[in-house]
């Protein structure tokens, strides 16, 4: 059972920070070639203090470094391993944390984006079919890379403005993983710099257990600056498509049926949203005005409905028909209600930053200066509490936000690595991508609690993903006591004195 999770969380992240040591007397014994890459000024440590969902304001590093190579980030962790007062060091990939997790207050923020000097650190090998990328690219340059020579790698997340480090160190979800496995299950090999600045080539033969154990591994075990990620032949085009359901039974099933399927004969993608009660479909370069209108007329008075959101690659537009048609007859959404659009892959996979770029283009009316928080919660949550989930959070929520909801096949997931999931068979992403405001963030972490408190009231052993604890206690039952006792293992090896990643707080 998890313990504490419904305490007021502001309270939390105040007792966190306000307990975090500033100690950088530090600052004036580090040797010349890493000072030269150290920045203590307040305009650049100010940026560090923060991240993408903004509810969590930490003091700021005592120093940001930006490292060339991953050397200067071995020779930083050697010193800080040595140091009379060790400090802590984060690794920042793109700092879209939403609960403080890159932050590392009166320590080093490890500035991720200086390594190569601003030179793309991604090598496609067509021979081989992997890219080596470095932790810190962002995964829309990986993708652009491997497309130049036909390729590309196979699991996503829906947005592509994140590192190859940061999604590592979490699992890399999107509509893909049903088939391929999370991201982390994508990976041949990485560079770890560890929490005592050794410098380990690792993978499923050599040094394996740092290789799973850094795999969703929260940053605890070492910065990853290499990672060597399995491509195949990208596919042309895509058939994009939302199908609309009243009913979330039908919905389920559908979506489960689709993620049992062969790729020869399913979609390579499969996702699904929820719209609440208050929600409307909207302005959205997917539908056309008329779509928008019957969707909205479905809607009516209906409380929730769902869709489907399922994608087709293909070459050949004759098959791709043909599979598609196939598909639509075994599917029980409401007559009519199925939109589609043919896209290039690529600007499938970039659907989420293409939107926003869209939207953002017309929008006339966001005069609005201030950054919006992200409260989000993620779970995954098994199979067998659907329905309850339906009926105890879904029906009952009076906030709008985005809600996301598809399957995962647990079979793609390798339990030796540190990410934990559900122990189903099936089990749902159910992501709440809530938007707020500084006044009311609040009312939305207070919803997160009462849903994390629901399901352990009923019984439902959710597991947070990209999770935020502040207890051992907590962390423990996240992971459950074997893999619990692993990671620690792990971490007293590898980071023996706990500088790595404390804004996750688990060891600090
Ligand atoms: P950061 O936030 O900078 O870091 C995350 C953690 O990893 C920190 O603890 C940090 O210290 C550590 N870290 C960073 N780089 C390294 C490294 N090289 N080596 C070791 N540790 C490191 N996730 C999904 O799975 N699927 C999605 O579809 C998805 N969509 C998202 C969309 C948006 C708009 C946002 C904001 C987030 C989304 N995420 C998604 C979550 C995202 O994967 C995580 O927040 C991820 O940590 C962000 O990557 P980042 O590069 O910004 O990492």
Known sequence: MAVGIVINRLVLVVAYFAGAAVVSSWLDDVPPEIASKLDSGSNATARFATDYGGVTRAANPAAVFHPSTADDIAALLRFAYCAESPFPVAARGNGHSVRGQALAPGGVAIDMAALGGGRRRINVSSAGMYVD??????????????????????????????????TLSNAGISGQA?????????????????????????SSQ????????????????????????????????????????????????????????????????????????????????FYSKQDVDSINRLKGELNIIYFLEGALYYDSPSIA??????????????????????????????????????????????SSSTAPLHPWLNLFLPKSGVRDFQLGILENINLTGLILLYPLNKNRWNDIMTATVPNEEVFYTVGFLWTATVEDWGTFDALNNEILGFCDQHGIEVKQYLPHYTSKLDWAWHFGSDKWEKFVQLKRRYDPKALLSPGQQIFN
């Open 321 to 366: 028909d043909q599979k598609i048609e196939d598909l639509l007859k075994q599917l029980n959404f409401v007559p009519g209600f199925v939109f589609s659009n043919d896209v290039t892959y690529l600007e499938f996979l970039n659907r989420v930053h293409n939107e926003i770029q869209k939207l953002n283009s017309t929008d006339d009316d966001d």
């Open 206 to 285: 050599s040094d394996r257990d740092l290789f799973y154990g850094v795999l969703g591994g929260l940053g605890q075990l070492g910065v990853i600056t290499r990672a060597r990620i399995a491509l195949r032949p990208a596919p042309a085009r895509v058939r994009w498509l939302r199908l609309f359901y009243t009913d979330l039974g039908d919905l389920t099933r559908d979506q489960e049926f689709l993620i049992s399927l062969p790729e020869t004969t399913g979609f390579d993608y499969v996702e699904g949203q929820v719209l609440l009660s208050h929600q409307r479909v909207g302005n959205s370069t």
């Open 178 to 202: 049903f088939r391929h496995g999370p991201q982390i299950s994508n990976v041949y090999e990485l560079d770890v710099v560890t929490g005592k600045g050794e410098m380990i080539t690792c």
């Open 133 to 166: 990328a470095g932790g810190e690219q962002l995964w829309i340059d990986v993708l652009e890379a491997a497309l130049r020579q036909g390729l590309s790698p196979q699991s996503w997340t829906d947005y592509l403005y994140l590192t190859v480090g940061g």
